[in-house]
């Protein structure tokens, strides 16, 4: 055995994680758990599809696809004080901007500020009520960036955060759940 998990595995572990993030009374565990959930989910589809800076396209050796892509880390600041970090990996720092831009608009109700920062650089920053979700710009967004923002958004839609009853949201996840179905058919 090579110590790896599969991408099965991975999952099967997010979901656990994200179960014990339902329980979890704590804000910061729970979020704690969620990310953590979250980056397995997104790694799992990364070995899973062999996708990466390839933006999607089958081939080439997934765990070095992984590795290959730099680590982006998006707080999003409440109304209430409250705040909450999301990491990802994306291969392009535009890639990166727009997912911060889609997950800020779909996070306003629940969140007044964001700043997405590149290891110790802070990159962009603004109000949640000025940036936009726009399917336009998608689509010079890999297909994999775009999955990576919707599993974020499911993953919020799904927690036990505020954010999870947020109407922008679950309207935002729905328009792009069906921009990435629609874009697979073509």
Known sequence: MTGRISPAEMEKRASLLLEAAK????????????????EL???ARRLRSGAGENGGRRGGDARQEVSSVSSYKLW?????????????NFANRAEAVWATDALASACAESYEAFELWEQSSLLYSGKTTSSIFSLKTAIEVTRVSQQSVL????????????IARSSKLLAATGRLQEHIQTVARI
């Open 151 to 162: 599993d974020t958004e499911v993953f919020l839609r799904d927690s036990r955060l505020a």
């Open 41 to 43: 989910q997104k790694d």
């Open 23 to 38: 329980m979890a009374s704590h804000p910061a565990r729970r979020q704690k758990l969620v990310s953590e959930a979250l």
């Open 76 to 88: 999003l600041y409440g109304y209430d004080d409250e705040a909450i970090w999301i990491a990802f």
